[in-house]
Nanobody, 119 residues
Framework: VQLVESGGGLVQPGGSLRLSCAAS????????IGWFRQAPGKEREGVSC????????YYAEAVKGRFIISRDNAKNTVYLQMNSLKPEDTAVYSC?????????????WGQGTQVTVSS
């Protein structure tokens, strides 16, 4: 299981970015996919997750109402649409796979993609 993130970059406060999490060598269908982020000097935190079974989605309070997670099984990709970005969203964003959003046995971590929110 290996995932590859892309779509990060530099954006001004209030701007938007869409991150992609693509599977390499396996199909995402059947896995819950979680997005995580780690800012300098801070621990990694969960941002959002989407289940495989019924498509249920979950968000951290800090991003609720601004971020949207979705999956396109035909493209073997999960997306994280990030709107109304704030400087505190600056971090390396990574995705991982598990059998469910709350099993805490994440695997397939990618190298991450840097998101920088700054004017």
């Amino acid at each position: 299981v290996q995932l590859v993130e892309s779509g990060g970059g530099l954006v001004q406060p209030g701007g938007s970015l869409r991150l992609s999490c693509a599977a390499s060598g396996f199909t995402l269908d059947g896995y819950a996919i979680g997005w995580f982020r780690q800012a300098p000097g801070k621990e990694r935190e969960g941002v959002s997750c989407i289940e495989s079974s019924d498509g249920s989605t979950y968000y951290a309070e800090a991003v609720k109402g601004r971020f949207i997670i979705s999956r396109d099984n035909a493209k073997n990709t999960v997306y994280l649409q990030m709107n109304s970005l704030k400087p505190e969203d600056t971090a390396v964003y990574s995705c991982a796979a598990d059998q469910g959003c709350f099993r805490a046995r994440w695997k397939g971590w990618g190298q991450g993609t840097q998101v920088t929110v700054s004017s």
